[in-house]
């Protein structure tokens, strides 16, 4: 059974930093990527950021690219969310997401195993 494991996240002012953490476990091999999805109050999920391990390719929607930075450590199947310069815009649920054929696609990959999500809030 596949878990995605998260910590990290809570409350900021803006300009603020927060990092966030995902451990990936019970894949039969280790996850070839991995990524942060959000969710705000009445909106869909969106992407945030994914990292292909093998390559070290990243990406990151264009309300986050310059402030947040996706990192791996694939020792240990986790990726880390970095989030600096933080915005009250920033202000979401923040799920890790894990590879799945069929799941949701995010700049060239898809996924769907969740975490059970990591509240960030940037106040003003």
């Known amino acids: 059974q596949v878990e995605m494991a998260e910590s990290g996240g809570g409350s900021v002012e803006a300009g603020g930093s927060l990092r966030l953490s995902c451990e990936a476990s019970?894949?039969?091999?280790?996850?070839?990527?991995m990524g942060w999805f959000r969710q705000a109050p009445g909106e869909e999920r969106e992407g945030v950021a994914s990292?292909?391990?093998?390559?070290?390719?990243?990406s990151y929607s264009d309300s986050v690219k310059g402030r947040f930075t996706i990192s791996q450590d694939n020792v240990k199947n986790t990726v880390y969310l970095q989030m600096n310069n933080l915005k009250p815009e920033d202000t979401a649920m923040y799920y890790c997401a894990g590879p799945d054929a069929l799941g949701v696609p995010f700049l060239g990959e898809t996924f769907g195993y969740w975490g059970q999500g990591t509240q960030v809030t940037v106040s003003s």
């Open positions: 990292m292909v391990f093998r390559s070290g390719k990243t």
């Open positions: 019970g894949y039969t091999e280790s996850p070839a990527y």
